[in-house]
């Protein structure tokens, strides 16, 4: 039996804004937590480190950028007292309590879990698409769609779901025009929202249609369009492309170890964030298909956070003020200076 100072009350797997807002909340309440941070895409911080601009996040009336917001959320979560760990978890274990938790340099174990693991968006591959991601490609039209770059020019967006179409729709505010690529001869979004873009008169639908590549400078100028059925190709003008082709939720460590629903989210009870193990929570886009707004995965870690320590205090499993020390991996270097009320 392991003793009880070897057992963390609380384990966050994710670093995006729903993992840190959790670490924020946990560290607070006292929990001692530790984040599991995820170093797959070279850098912690979640989908917001490869956005550029971010002007919906309330607090920046002028807006961040995506890799400062992620940086000022992880320095908060760690004055708060989280510690952070910039690993990957490549394995977990919730059949035993306490849960195990571990990654290629350790195993740790821990009364709750908070997973925050995040989605990924499809990407489509194109042989230019690395040379104009964030250059004209983006994967969400609602994050990037209001910068000055996009307002007034034609646009592409590429999908035929309830996201293409509501992204769609949004960039008509800004966008002269635009182009929705659909590879089908059908959409796969609601009917509500096909006929809001079939009758928008700023939205042309190009059926059948995939792009093959952008072009451009230092900016997307064009895509090279071809035509599923005739193989026919041509070239569309726009200013930008946004991808609508789904997301893919981080859910692959907990297939045998939590329900997820048909297409890989975490099932999250009612309005909580609990999921169908005791002491287990899921926040952020891992759970949500819908929203998947920085915003929205900041108040599901909240949540999530109140939630796991609820269930700690009730089970009597708290611990406060755990006495582990620091290890050496926590991140000390870009703390930056401010205290905490
Ligand atoms: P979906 O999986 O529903 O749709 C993806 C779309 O992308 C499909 O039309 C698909 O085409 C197309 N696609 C996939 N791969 C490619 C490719 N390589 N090239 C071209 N097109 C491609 O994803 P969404 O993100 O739209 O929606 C996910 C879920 O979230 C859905 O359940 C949706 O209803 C929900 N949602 C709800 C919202 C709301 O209620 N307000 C808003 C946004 C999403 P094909 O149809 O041919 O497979």
Known sequence: MPKPSEISNLVI???????????IYAGRARLNPIVFEGLKMGLPGGQLMTTTGIENFPGFPTGIMGPELMRLMKAQAQ???????????????FKQRPFTVRSAERE????????????????????????FWNKGISACAICDGGIPRFK????????GGDTAAEESIFLTKYASKVHLLVRSDRLRASKVMQERVLNHPKIQVHWQTVPTDVYGNDWVQGLKLKNTVSSVEQDLT???LFYAIGHKPNTALFIDAIELDPT????TKGKST???VEGVYACGDVQDHEYRQAISAAGTGCMAALEAERW???TGLLQEFLPVSTPEETIENDVIEFSLG
Not at 114 to 130: C, F, K, V, W, Y
């Open 152 to 159: 007034d020019v034609e646009l592409a967006v590429v999908g």
């Open 13 to 23: 797997i994710g670093s995006g804004p729903a993992g840190y807002t959790a670490a």
């Open 312 to 314: 700690l205090s009730g």
């Open 274 to 276: 609990a999921t169908n």
């Open 108 to 131: 740790t174990l821990a009364h709750s879990i908070i997973i925050a693991t995040g989605a990924t968006a499809q990407r489509l591959h194109l042989p230019s698409e690395d040379q």
């Open 79 to 93: 004055n708060s007292g989280a510690r952070l760990w910039m690993e990957d978890v490549i394995s977990v274990d």
């Open 264 to 267: 890989g989210y975490i099932v």
């Open 238 to 240: 726009v200013g930008g």
